[in-house]
């Protein structure tokens, strides 16, 4: 059982917006402005699409944003494209001891 | 352009030892400030932290390994090292080696994952 909680699919039609929820608790989302998001398709590594709760690294997309609200972070995918559909991961700093947790995954489909 | 890749055994039988490599190319495992991580993903689940090692040599591992992982580091070849005692057939997964940017909070860089099958 995976410590931050995703919903396991979730799905959207080309051009619409879908929001992918990751809920925590106070001591890893609630407690550090450091949740990141990870795209993984399939037989490949995961791709760090947002850092520090709503950064973009250089190349990501603008249709990707993140935010954060008390323990639950969110990732939303605006405009869907085709490429888009893969598994996304949220992870968060929780600290130094237990260092870094994952959630469970969220399988996006575009339909 | 910072690559991780990994290497090692594809096949080990329980209850021996998993012994993995990261070679880092593009820059150096001594420079920060960054930790050199390995994560592993069992088919078809999610991703979990295996452990880490600093600049430094300074190690923090998952607390449900801790007592079976020791990560090192060769600063003269540019690797580090995950090894893993006494294997079982939950062990098997992808493993991937990663960069953490304690700038950034977040795994910036990816191995590709080696698969590793334990299986007598």
């Known amino acids: 059982q995976s410590a931050l909680t995703q919903p396991p699919s979730t799905s959207g039609s080309p051009g619409q917006s879908v929001t992918i929820s990751c809920t925590g608790t106070?001591?890893?989302?609630?407690?550090?402005?450091?949740v990141s998001w990870y795209q993984q398709h399939p037989g490949k590594a995961p791709k760090l699409m947002i850092y520090?709760?709503?950064q973009r690294p250089s190349g990501v997309p603008d249709r990707f944003s993140g935010s954060k609200s008390g323990n639950t972070a969110s990732l939303t995918v605006s405009g869907l494209q085709a490429e888009d559909e893969a598994d996304y991961y949220c992870?968060?700093?929780?600290?130094?001891?237990?260092?870094?947790?994952f959630g469970g995954g969220t399988k996006l489909t575009v339909l | 352009q910072v690559q991780l890749q990994e290497s090692g055994p594809g096949l080990v039988k329980p209850p021996q030892t998993l012994s993995l490599t990261c070679t880092v190319s593009?820059?150096?495992?001594?420079?920060?400030?960054?930790?050199w991580s390995w994560i592993r993903q069992p088919a078809g689940k999610g991703l979990e932290w295996i452990g880490r090692?600093?600049?430094?040599?300074?190690?923090n591992y998952n607390p449900s390994l801790q007592s079976r992982v020791t990560i090192s580091v060769d600063t003269s070849k540019n690797q580090f090292f995950l090894k893993l005692s006494s294997v079982t057939a939950a062990d098997t997964a992808l493993y991937y080696c990663?960069?953490?940017?304690?700038?950034?909070?977040?795994?910036?860089?990816w191995g590709q994952g080696t698969l590793v099958t334990v299986s007598s």
């Open positions: 990663a960069r953490w940017g304690t700038n950034t909070g977040s795994f910036d860089y």
């Open positions: 593009g820059g150096s495992v001594t420079s920060g400030p960054y930790y």
């Open positions: 090692i600093n600049t430094s040599g300074s190690t």
């Open positions: 106070s001591s890893d989302v609630g407690g550090y402005n450091y």
């Open positions: 520090e709760v709503i």
């Open positions: 992870s968060s700093y929780a600290g130094s001891s237990t260092f870094v947790v």
